[in-house]
């Protein structure tokens, strides 16, 4: 049986930067990521990122992702590749399978960073091919440099769903409309602004209420809506595209969380249910850390200072950091986050978090 | 479709060309991108249909999680192609195709 | 709470309206782009985010703490230098020289899209909406290595629209 002293499920924003503090600060770190390379949703983030300069606002995720691989490799950080996590036990023995067979990995501290997942909207037709995820089409014309379609009807007017539409333009394709089921767009106004003028519309009070094709999309119906999101008769509208993205929001991933026996809070700002953990991202469970997404649907930004929080905490437990300045530093991480959770986008999600930290005291 | 230059991402850089065989047909691809992705760009949109209805199913998250894309490699069915790597020479075939449904119940196999 | 009016702004439309765009902290007066090339900052809402200010040679940009603040903009330390175009985030700062010809004026502009217009190329000019308004003639094409892959299109369009073109209508690609 393979060991390692800190194990971090999850090789993207939050487990890099977990892991990077951790090996830093002296500690054995591995990283296993179920992907040929570390870097989550990072590499896909071609645009430049918001916050200040130390949480490297100007500079695109991709640099970001280049730079923490880098990092991650001089702090002498292992990984294990192509590795899925099937199973935790009760010991920190963590169940891992690689190729064809299985073996387990024991630990004395895991860090899961194990993302989010996207969710999905159904209505007749979904099953078409040309129907799929935002996060789907931006791995496809950002990682593999496939076009999945010319024209591009995009449902979900948030950050991921602005800020993919504008991937698209930039790959190549058209996007015909961006429609939102609520009555005003969620996300950054300046995401919107772009396409806007670019000359994507952008309807809100709009569903999409089919998918039409014989094989795969060549059609999409959509609808007003009315304040209890029912269809109004007669507001129907045909637009041909190829395909249609979904972009309605992400669900932490949390089966090793739920299956270690972590608690949960139910907190919609968050994504759903969320892994609780305290001012240190360690949850119920002694030597159990939570970062990035899994512990609450934010932005790459936070999840990064989730995973450096989470990374210091579990290297100070182990003893590789004084006392004095692993307070310091988490203090210092923790203003940063605090700095990301403000204004109208972030005190939703502050006052969320503050709901799972108390949730950790329940009980 | 392939994207071939990009306004941030720059011209692409690929591995060598390479050629699967898709149901018989041959589809160019580049070593090192998925199978998906060499689908996708020759233009096939559909990968498998369903057991039950017979419905047509393609990429839909693209990571490996929803088992929509799968096919069967060299032989092994369910294979995620969205994860897995195109190798030169690899023999693809779609899942749950109309003939293979006939062939099957010619052959006894299914409800009987 | 009832909301009995809907306006009509960035929330609901994606475009500033003229009023969010007038009560913005980093929108200059007319008044002050008579005096000079400088920048307008389109930023209307209260996002974390400050590489304006840091970028920004003169101190022309404050944003202070919290980083939610909108950008103050002081017209009077702009020099129109133009280096917080490329790294807004958001794409939302211009630069306007309204004096450029007596009839008319010059908008910059972040764009970052293929292919890349040529330096006397006529193009459509497009308001914040993606119409096309005028003709424009693109005076000039930056893409330094430090505007890390953000293109800066200068180019020249009737007096009267200086504050409405914001990009120009995307090129056909050659595939």
Same mark, same amino acid.
């Given at each position: 049986?393979?060991?390692?002293? $800190?194990?971090? *499920? +999850?090789? @993207?924003?939050? %487990?890099?930067?977990?892991?990077?503090?951790?090996?830093? #600060? /002296? !500690?054995? &770190?591995?990283?296993?990521?179920?992907?040929?390379?570390?870097?989550?949703?990072?590499?896909?983030?071609?645009?430049?990122?918001?916050?200040?300069?130390?949480?490297?606002?100007?500079?695109?995720?991709?640099?970001?992702?280049?730079?923490?691989?880098?990092?991650?490799?001089?702090?002498?950080?292992?990984?294990?590749?192509?590795?899925?996590?099937?199973?935790?036990?009760?010991?920190?023995?963590?169940?891992?399978?690689?190729?064809?067979?299985?073996?387990?990995?024991?630990?004395?501290?895991?860090?899961?960073?194990?993302?989010?997942?996207?969710?999905?909207?159904?209505?007749?037709?979904?099953?078409?091919?040309?129907?799929?995820?935002?996060?789907?089409?931006?791995?496809?014309?950002?990682?593999?440099?496939?076009?999945?379609?010319?024209? $591009?009807?995009? *449902? +979900?007017? @948030?950050?991921? %769903?602005?800020?993919?539409?504008?991937?698209?333009?930039? #790959? /190549? !394709?058209? &996007?015909?409309?961006?429609?939102?089921?609520?009555?005003?767009?969620?996300?950054?106004?300046?995401?919107?602004?772009?396409?806007?003028?670019?000359?994507?519309?952008?309807?809100?009070?709009?569903?999409?209420?089919?998918?039409?094709?014989?094989?795969?999309?060549?059609?999409?119906?959509?609808?007003?809506?009315?304040?209890?999101?029912?269809?109004?008769?007669?507001?129907?509208?045909?637009?041909?595209?190829?395909?249609?993205?979904?972009?309605?929001?992400?669900?932490?991933?949390?089966?090793?969380?739920?299956?270690?026996?972590?608690?949960?809070?139910?907190?919609?700002?968050?994504?759903?249910?969320?892994?609780?953990?305290?001012?240190?991202?360690?949850?119920?469970?002694?030597?159990?850390?939570?970062?990035?997404?899994?512990?609450?649907?934010?932005?790459?930004?936070?999840?990064?200072?989730? %995973?450096?929080?989470?990374?210091?905490?579990?290297?100070?437990?182990?003893?590789?950091?004084?006392?004095?300045?692993?307070?310091?530093?988490?203090?210092?991480?923790?203003?940063?986050?605090?700095?990301?959770?403000?204004?109208?986008?972030?005190?939703?999600?502050?006052?969320?978090?503050?709901?799972?930290?108390?949730?950790?005291?329940?009980? | 479709?392939?994207?071939?230059?990009?306004?941030?991402?720059?011209?692409?850089?690929?591995?060598?060309?390479?050629?699967?065989?898709?149901?018989?047909?041959?589809?160019?691809?580049?070593?090192?991108?998925?199978?998906?992705?060499?689908?996708?760009?020759?233009?096939?949109?559909?990968?498998?249909?369903?057991?039950?209805?017979?419905?047509?199913?393609?990429?839909?998250?693209?990571?490996?999680?929803?088992?929509?894309?799968?096919?069967?490699?060299?032989?092994?069915?369910?294979?995620?192609?969205?994860?897995?790597?195109?190798?030169?020479?690899?023999?693809?075939?779609?899942?749950?195709?109309?003939?293979?449904?006939?062939?099957?119940?010619?052959?006894?196999?299914?409800?009987? | 709470?009832?909301?009995?009016?809907?306006?009509?702004?960035?929330?609901?439309?994606?475009?500033?309206?003229?009023?969010?765009?007038?009560?913005?902290?980093?929108?200059?007066?007319?008044?002050?782009?008579?005096?000079?090339?400088?920048?307008?900052?389109?930023?209307?809402?209260?996002?974390?985010?400050?590489?304006?200010?840091?970028?920004?040679?003169?101190?022309?940009?404050?944003?202070?703490?919290?980083?939610?603040?909108?950008?103050?903009?002081?017209?009077?330390?702009?020099?129109?230098?133009?280096?917080?175009?490329?790294?807004?985030?958001?794409?939302?700062?211009?630069?306007?020289?309204?004096?450029?010809?007596?009839?008319?004026?010059?908008?910059?502009?972040?764009?970052?899209?293929?292919?890349?217009?040529?330096?006397?190329?006529?193009?459509?000019?497009?308001?914040?909406?993606?119409?096309?308004?005028?003709?424009?003639?693109?005076?000039?094409?930056?893409?330094?290595?430090?505007?890390?892959?953000?293109?800066?299109?200068?180019?020249?369009?009737?007096?009267?629209?200086?504050?409405?073109?914001?990009?120009?209508?995307?090129?056909?690609?050659?595939?």
């Amino acid at each position: 049986m393979g060991k390692t002293e $800190i194990a971090v *499920v +999850g090789g @993207g924003a939050a %487990g890099m930067t977990a892991a990077i503090e951790s090996a830093r #600060a /002296g !500690a054995q &770190v591995t990283i296993i990521d179920e992907n040929e390379q570390p870097g989550g949703q990072l590499f896909k983030q071609i645009h430049k990122f918001f916050g200040s300069g130390v949480h490297r606002a100007g500079t695109r995720g991709v640099q970001i992702g280049r730079d923490l691989l880098r990092e991650a490799e001089e702090a002498g950080v292992q990984t294990r590749l192509n590795t899925v996590v099937y199973g935790i036990f009760p010991d920190k023995r963590l169940g891992l399978i690689c190729g064809d067979h299985t073996e387990e990995l024991a630990s004395e501290i895991i860090i899961l960073a194990t993302g989010a997942n996207e969710n999905a909207l159904s209505f007749p037709g979904w099953t078409l091919p040309g129907v799929m995820g935002a996060g789907a089409t931006q791995t496809l014309i950002n990682i593999n440099r496939v076009l999945p379609g010319r024209r $591009i009807l995009m *449902v +979900g007017a @948030g950050n991921v %769903g602005l800020i993919v539409s504008y991937q698209l333009l930039q #790959a /190549g !394709a058209d &996007v015909i409309a961006v429609i939102e089921g609520l009555s005003y767009i969620g996300g950054y106004g300046v995401h919107a602004s772009k396409i806007r003028r670019a000359g994507v519309p952008i309807l809100t009070g709009f569903t999409v209420l089919r998918a039409e094709g014989k094989e795969s999309v060549e059609r999409a119906v959509i609808a007003q809506v009315d304040e209890k999101w029912q269809p109004i008769s007669g507001s129907e509208e045909v637009l041909e595209v190829e395909t249609i993205c979904l972009a309605v929001g992400l669900s932490p991933l949390s089966e090793l969380a739920w299956m270690a026996g972590c608690r949960f809070s139910f907190l919609p700002a968050l994504g759903g249910w969320v892994p609780a953990h305290d001012e240190n991202m360690q949850c119920n469970l002694p030597g159990i850390y939570v970062a990035g997404d899994l512990a609450g649907i934010e932005e790459a930004s936070t999840a990064m200072e989730e %995973g450096r929080l989470a990374g210091l905490a579990a290297a100070e437990s182990l003893g590789y950091l004084p006392p004095e300045e692993g307070r310091k530093r988490k203090e210092e991480l923790r203003n940063r986050l605090a700095a990301l959770r403000i204004g109208s986008f972030g005190e939703g999600r502050a006052t969320a978090k503050k709901k799972l930290m108390r949730a950790m005291c329940e009980k | 479709m392939r994207i071939e230059d990009h306004p941030i991402l720059g011209k692409v850089e690929r591995g060598r060309k390479i050629t699967l065989k898709v149901d018989g047909e041959p589809v160019m691809a580049f070593e090192g991108e998925t199978i998906a992705a060499a689908l996708i760009a020759s233009g096939q949109r559909v990968f498998r249909y369903t057991e039950k209805r017979v419905e047509p199913r393609g990429v839909f998250c693209a990571l490996g999680r929803c088992t929509d894309c799968v096919m069967t490699v060299d032989g092994q069915p369910n294979v995620r192609t969205c994860v897995t790597p195109a190798r030169d020479g690899m023999i693809i075939q779609m899942q749950g195709t109309p003939d293979q449904r006939e062939t099957a119940l010619d052959a006894g196999e299914g409800e009987g | 709470m009832n909301q009995t009016r809907k306006k009509e702004g960035v929330r609901t439309t994606g475009i500033p309206s003229k009023e969010e765009l007038e009560a913005s902290p980093g929108y200059p007066s007319y008044e002050a782009l008579t005096r000079g090339p400088i920048v307008v900052i389109e930023c209307v809402q209260d996002i974390p985010c400050n590489p304006c200010e840091s970028i920004c040679p003169k101190g022309a940009i404050r944003v202070g703490n919290p980083i939610t603040r909108l950008p103050v903009f002081y017209p009077e330390e702009c020099d129109g230098c133009g280096n917080c175009i490329p790294i807004c985030p958001g794409q939302a700062i211009f630069r306007v020289d309204i004096n450029h010809a007596e009839d008319k004026a010059t908008v910059s502009f972040p764009y970052e899209y293929l292919p890349l217009p040529k330096k006397n190329d006529i193009v459509q000019g497009v308001n914040r909406t993606g119409e096309a308004v005028c003709e424009a003639e693109v005076l000039r094409v930056q893409k330094p290595r430090k505007f890390a892959q953000t293109t800066v299109i200068t180019v020249a369009v009737p007096k009267e629209l200086a504050m409405e073109v914001r990009s120009i209508k995307r090129l056909k690609r050659m595939e």
